[in-house]
């Protein structure tokens, strides 16, 4: 009688040792702290270095071990710093998909070296959603629709075309074929609206500036421009202002992040609006990293809250703004 129990007890302990290991191989120190794996996109934008700042910050403060590496913009460093990662046995991975396809192979390898992976910012287009637990990061698509509507509202008792240029994203990446598909779908309302030139800038101001030049060029006539981020904005600026006319006012400009130097620019009527893209994802992320090393259940989307701002808006913000 006495083995049978013995038996039983230890057979609770070990189920109840397992259950606790959320990440299966790696395992957490043994103070409990974890160790996470961070594959950053590069540091291309304002909005990307108060994205890292953010997840630094975040996980100092919340005593998670961090191993962060920039992979400059390309997949394959991305890739192999994931891969890096699961030698290491880290207990979660997390990381910024700088494109949305060609995942699978190395998210499968974290999968069978039982390692969680949570997407933050950027998606994936994986058909298996089992490769990762949640994805944490904004809806680019309801983005775009807020960067359309307000163009909708503004031109509303406007008949003659409306002459549009789009600075777009990095190629391939979420948040530019989504803020450009939310965008389109929003503007089609009204045939006006012309999207006459449209080209990647990639997120960054030295590529908003020189797209810009060449669009102006080419394009005696443009009444907007719909950049995908601040950075592209803030650099056709320059263009715009070296080609003689007056950003905000001969071309309105739409933008999206809203980060400081952005804001600015909202505030002295350079850009006239924003949508608001928050990179403080930093918080969150260490939240649901130990949920999944502990083996807790994660909703398998958070959207991150964010806003948008008119001039009169930017000016109230930019002092007690964060980024
Ligand atoms: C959006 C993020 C984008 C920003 C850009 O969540 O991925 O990348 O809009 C950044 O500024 O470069």
Not at 24 to 45: H, K, L, P
Not at 137 to 142: L, Q
Not at 200 to 215: L, P, Q
Not at 295 to 316: L, M, S, Y
Request: glycine content about 10%; aromatic content about 6%; proline content about 3%.
């Amino acid at each position: 009688m006495v083995k049978r129990i013995t038996t039983l007890l230890l057979s609770a302990a070990l189920a109840a040792a397992l259950a606790g290991c959320g990440s299966g191989g790696a395992t957490s120190g043994g103070d409990g702290t974890i160790t996470m794996g961070f594959a950053q996109v590069g540091a291309e934008s304002g909005w990307r270095t108060a994205n890292t700042k953010s997840v630094q910050e975040s996980a100092k403060a919340a005593g998670v071990e961090l191993k962060f590496s920039d992979a400059q913009q390309k997949q394959e460093n991305q890739i192999k710093a994931i891969r890096s990662y699961i030698q290491q046995k880290v207990d979660v991975i997390a990381f910024s998909p700088v494109v949305e396809s060609g995942w699978d192979t190395v998210l499968k390898e974290a999968k069978d070296a039982r390692i969680p992976v949570i997407l933050t910012d950027r998606a994936v287009d994986s058909k298996d959603t089992s490769l990762y637990r949640t994805f944490l990061g904004s809806d680019f698509i309801e983005e775009g629709k807020k960067a359309g509507q307000w163009l909708v509202d503004q031109y509303k008792d406007v008949k003659d075309p409306v002459n549009i240029v789009e600075l777009q994203g990095t190629t391939g990446s979420a948040p530019a074929n989504d803020r450009k598909a939310g965008f389109g779908q929003v503007i089609a309302a009204d045939p006006k609206f012309k999207i006459i030139a449209s080209q990647t800038g990639d997120f960054t101001r030295a590529k908003g500036k020189e797209v810009m030049d060449a669009f102006l060029k080419a394009n005696p006539k443009i009444d907007v421009l719909f950049a995908h981020n601040d950075d592209m904005g803030l650099g056709a600026i320059e263009a715009i202002e070296g080609a003689g006319k007056v950003p905000g006012e001969d071309i309105k400009i739409i933008t999206i992040d809203a980060v400081h130097d952005g804001m600015q620019a909202l505030a002295d009527g350079k850009i006239n609006y924003i949508v608001e893209c928050s990179p403080l994802l930093g918080p969150q992320l260490m939240d649901l990293s130990k949920k999944v090393v502990k083996g807790e259940q994660v909703p398998a989307r958070v959207v991150t809250e964010e806003t948008a701002f008119t001039q009169e808006q930017a000016k109230q913000a930019l002092p007690s703004r964060k980024y």
